[in-house]
């Protein structure tokens, strides 16, 4: 039987690690100050930005809201020092430039309720288009009691389609205490992946089938390391190590490296898109165990045979087109590729 929370606790610290997003905070920090669920606490941890932003949160008349400054280190150092900080039963994240729903709190704290043996919720999401820096208006969510996924190995379940994102989980605090440094410092390309994973590793994740969280796209990430989308990010070597030790669950490894591997095509396949053939067999042989599916000899095939050009409008078939600011896309779920890719996010 799950240990029974101590009712002085706040239920929830939802963490918004900030640099300079001054524009598009205040929508975010709103969301959260929005929930029909008021039990939590709001840390802004304010990673050295210089365009204000820290204030604007700071500004805020909620004595919920909880803003620390720290000198320029990078999203995971910030994200870190929000677990380290964290006085919640659960910490959930959220980007400066993301936004919850109304319900989004109420759903998860329920959802907890329902599945108490798990140490981890989640909920699908919309993507959000458009530079501007209007919050988007509250979009609709299935009527009725969402259905509650129970996912037990998350590696298989994320090659399947949509899943959750940063913005849209929440993990006990205490299995984050336990993992830290729960993000890798100095990475922001992944590194929020890979804490999903080892959590998954730990117990399952109960993921409510209910659009509960907004992602913005289309906006340059301030957080972003640069990398080309054709590098592979330490964390894919990283979870090839861990899977292969010894005593890990042999059902779990394979579904694991399986995933490694198919986003090392995803990335050979941007290696060919942007001319960078040497990369692009380099990413194979690094995927080389996934030799015996089909998706392995076209990605090569297209490495040798296939123009730059020709590539490209094969792999990327343009940008999508912007929707209206403050309009989600509506179709739902999003579509998908078979293995979505991994963005880097702040």
């Known amino acids: 039987m799950a240990p029974q929370a101590d009712p002085s606790i706040l239920p929830f610290s939802v963490v918004v690690p900030l640099y300079n997003k001054a524009p598009f905070v205040l929508g975010s920090l709103g969301s959260v100050l ?17 365009d204000g932003g820290a204030d604007l949160a700071e500004g805020l008349a909620d004595p919920r809201v909880r803003v620390v400054r720290q000198p320029n280190a990078g999203v995971s150092a910030a994200r870190n020092k929000a677990i380290e900080l964290a006085r919640g039963e659960w910490v959930v994240f959220l980007d400066a430039d993301d936004w919850q729903h109304p319900q989004f709190l109420a759903t998860l704290r329920a959802t907890q309720r329902a599945y108490p043996q798990v140490d981890c919720v989640a909920s699908r999401f919309v993507e959000f288009t458009g530079a501007g820096t209007a919050p988007p208006a509250r979009w609709p969510v299935p009527p009725g009691p969402p259905r509650i996924e129970l996912i037990e190995d998350l590696a298989a379940r994320w090659m399947r389609g949509p899943t959750l994102f940063t913005g849209s989980i929440a993990v006990r605090r205490r299995v984050l205490q336990q993992l830290q440094p729960c993000f890798q410092p100095g990475e922001s390309f992944g590194e929020d992946l890979e804490l999903w994973f080892r959590i998954s590793e730990r ?13 913005r796209v289309g906006v340059a990430d301030s957080l972003s390391d640069g990398r080309q989308p054709w590098c592979q990010p330490p964390w894919v070597d990283r979870l090839r190590r861990r899977v292969r030790a010894r005593g890990f669950d042999p059902r779990r490894r394979r579904s694991a490296l399986r995933l490694a591997d198919q986003l090392g095509l995803n990335m050979a396949r941007e290696a060919i898109a942007a001319g960078e053939r040497g990369a692009a067999f380099a990413l194979l042989m690094g995927a080389r165990h996934a030799m015996a599916g089909r998706r392995w000899w076209v990605t090569a095939a297209m490495a040798l045979c296939c123009p730059q050009g020709l590539a490209a409008r094969i792999l990327h078939r343009g940008p999508p087109v912007p929707a209206a600011e403050g309009v989600p896309d509506s179709r739902w779920p999003p579509p998908t590729p078979l293995i979505p890719p991994t963005a880097p996010r702040t």
């Not at 117990?203 to 992602?215: E, F």
Request: glycine letters at 6%.
């Open 203 to 215: 117990t399952p994740i109960a993921l409510v089938h209910a659009p509960l969280a907004a992602y």
């Open 34 to 50: 929005a929930q029909t669920f008021g039990r939590f606490e709001l840390l802004v941890v304010d990673d050295g930005s210089t």
